[in-house]
């Protein structure tokens, strides 16, 4: 009884710091705001920290020692990928998908990785792996928000096809020159937050990210639980310490009511809008959503409905065991946002710190890329990856229909394999009686590759187009090089059956051979990964191993 005592005193006490003495300047407002800071605008924190060491560890030995830990059962969600298939261009020419930033699924591979295990296949989105890395593409001309390069090159797992790359990329904004932001943090402070990669990490991240506010910048912090709170409101980059305290002091526990809170935190992201500025919701949670709105379609209509106010939401997921990749992703690819998957430190410098601008200032939103395939060069195409991202023809200048969003330095990077007339592959051709032969131009192109998208506040798409020549170059530029090995790896994680002639061996042999212009420690870690992974793969399939 002595423990369970201690166990409870531990969550009161914890509960006490941060409710009663948040920032250690005395009583609360309804806002949530200290009420001596806010008269002040500063805050100190308190000259002592004993306090919080309370929960953690005293609670964590009390449940111990009663045999109160349970065990934990893997409830990670993933929304279900099949490859895309070989189409023909007789009777499929046009391929649309709409453009997508994310790099959750690369984070999400490696923690598995690392953790000593294989993800799952649907926890691989090819796509998402190969736009993790920076490639050397050229910046936008003038009158674009972003630039449009093509590559075609012999396919490396497979000679009877070609290999084209499309790079899209959205000139950086120096950090000094990033508009003001407006921005709430919406925190799931829920038990099931509870642990050193999930809360622990979400404070870490957001404190890092503190460090980069600059005058002009708006902060206002909303938790979830079992249910929503303002914990801070409005507060200015002036005092930045306030906010930081107001993070370090969160703590998890309850069940999750995650919609409430995104109703909440775009109250106060409207009524703090920055007219020419950034007006955006930073979400981390790790999904798991148990109240509330809690289904996949129901949280989409949710952000849809808002969108339009100008409001982007982007997503940041956390922990391991009960990630729900599917609702995190919905969420962000329906708030004009982008979502990332947060493992480890390094990761929140990454995304908050050396693509802050990418992360969270947008230059292009609803952008959609449409290819037509030209019957006279080529008899059929396969786009790798984007299967989740895929539209029909006519939603490409539709302007009603959602599409990507870029942010400032973005890139975005797609894969096709090229399937010529003179392959020996057959393709799959229906005998379409009523329909007419296609008119064949006496162009040599390969594709045109068309794109629409729109200025950030406005309501009507651009559209501008790309040719792609019937040139193919011997040898593949490093940007190149380096995507076919990242999208070859994704189709090993995956079991693809049209990896071909891929293997582990192969792909780390080349990522030996990049060239020292597109290296990185980014390349480093891919290399070590995939060392990894050739040897848990050998584990799985030789038990004796």
Known sequence: MMKKARFFLALLSAAALTAGSLSGCGAMTDTGVPADAEDSGSCEAPASDDGADLYTPEAGAVMEEEGMLLEEHNTEEYSAVTDNRFLSVKNHPLSTFAADVDTASYANMRRYVNSGELPPADAIRIEELVNYFHYDYP?????????????????????????MRIGVAAEPIPAEELPPQNLVFLIDVSGSMDGPDRLDLVKRAFLLFCEQLKEGDTVSIVTYASSDQIVLEGAGANERDMIMYAVEALFAGGSTNGSAGIETAYELAEKYRTPEGNNRIILATDGDLNLGITSEGDLKRLVEEKRDTGIFLSVMGFGSGNLKDNKLETLADNGNGNYTYIDSIVQARKALVEEMGATLHTVAKDVKLQVEFNPRTLKGYRLIGYENRLMAAEDFADDTKDGGELGAGHQVTALYELV????????????????????????????????RYKEPSGSESTQFDVPVTGQVSESPSPSTFLASLVA??????????????????????????????????????????????????RMGSNPEY
Not at 139 to 144: K, M, Q, S
Request: hydrophobic share 25%; charged share 35%; with cysteine.
């Open 420 to 451: 010529p007339l003179d392959s020996p592959m057959e393709m799959d051709e229906a005998d379409l009686r009523y329909q007419e032969e296609p008119d064949v131009s006496d162009s040599e192109d390969f594709c045109t590759v068309s794109i």
């Open 488 to 537: 070859q790896t994704g189709m090993l994680l995956r079991d693809s059956p049209y990896s071909g002639t891929s293997d582990y061996d192969g792909i780390l042999e080349q990522l030996e051979q990049l060239d020292e212009e597109i290296k990185s420690p980014y390349t480093d870690e891919l290399e070590d990964l995939v060392r990894r992974m050739k040897h848990l793969k």
């Open 139 to 163: 910046l936008p001309e003038e009158d674009r928000p972003f630039s449009c390069s093509t590559e075609v090159v012999p396919c490396p797992w497979n000679e009877d096809t070609l290999l």
